[in-house]
């Protein structure tokens, strides 16, 4: 059995943090009922690529973070959706949403008044720069909040421009610590049967993900600087250009410094002062990087990789992600995945006597309206005439 096998979900939450916090919900076995705005989660328009027909609203986006979901497209203001809503609350044990503050409050199903339906949910409302603060009321976008959370500011050629990150990983580091929040919550009500609200905004989960670079700058006040696809605090811990294409180098101890000397046939270099700590080497790197590189030109990436797996020594060839989706990797690990002819990428997640769910193919619009309503004893054409329901 799945673990949150019986769990229900009711995700009012759209485009990427939210909804890759249900998604991963469903795949741990949650059922995860999906309320979109009448047009539908604005990611179904981002494209190209769609699959069929783009009026299908099935784009690759949309389906990157929706598998496994049941769909139903309501308007939340609409006075007649209100009692279907009510009685959705009263049958979830989590509802996740990632409305502008104030909003919630405004439809009637912020947490208190959710409370008042169901003690027992967990309720999780994800924003741009939280629910209270001066920045409150300002709408948040993975984009803005690279910017200013100093992640662009640490990102791309040293001496080049800053630079956002390739995907959107502010919604996804914040879809994630909202999974964790649940999953903590969910055990804290089986000891005392009570819910709780989780509050979470993209720009708190940025700032502590700076990791180590923030610790720095807190050490020493000092701002942090762009590397490009070397390191702050590892020397050698970057990408090197062989003869034929550039691989990464990912030498992260003294002792892995030991092994790489002796393979470039540097002994040398193992008592030399200027590098035989990664403190040295990280002090001298300007005087290291350029020697290293020349070496590393006199050979292809296949020479190296090899080598370098001989000696143990972490490394590996820097792929187009059409590389790394149809790679011998993924395909041994079983991430490419299937379903009704929409192609994924699997769950990470890998449990012993909690298998993942099967997946299954991200809804269409409104796909499941008919079931949810009748399931909650409520007539779908009837809601459908009134134009609460899609």
Known sequence: MSALAGIKVLELSRVLAGPWCGMTLADLGAEVIKLEPLEGDDTRGYGPPFLGDPQDGLSAYFSSCNRGKRSIAVDLRHPEAKPLIEALIRDADVLIENFRTGVAESLGIDHARSRALNPRLIHCAISGYG????????????????????????????????????????????????????????????????????????????????????????????????????????????????????????????????????????????????CATNAARVEHRDWLIPQLAECFKTASIATWLTRFEAAGIPAAPVNSVHDAVNGALATARGLRIEADGVPMIASPLRMSASPMNSPVRPPRLSEHADTICAAHGFDADGLRSTGAIR
Not at 236 to 255: E, I, K, M, V
Request: with cysteine.
């Open 131 to 274: 629910r209270s603060g001066p920045d409150a009321q300002r709408p948040g976008y993975d984009f803005a909040v690279q910017a200013e959370s100093g992640l662009m500011a640490i990102t791309g050629p040293a001496d080049g421009p800053a630079s956002k990150v390739g995907v959107a990983t502010v919604d996804i580091a914040t879809g994630l610590n909202a999974t964790i929040a649940i999953l903590a919550a969910l055990q804290q009500r089986t000891r005392t049967g009570e819910g709780q609200y989780i509050e979470l905004s993209l720009f708190d989960v940025q700032l502590q993900a700076l990791a180590n670079v923030a610790a720095s700058v807190l050490f020493t006040g000092e701002n942090a600087r762009r590397y490009g696809n070397a390191h702050p605090s590892i020397v050698p811990y970057q990408t090197f250009d062989a003869s034929d294409g550039a691989f990464a180098l990912a030498c992260a101890s003294d002792r892995l410094w030991q092994r790489l000397c002796g393979l470039i046939d540097r002994p040398q270099w193992i008592e030399e002062p200027r």
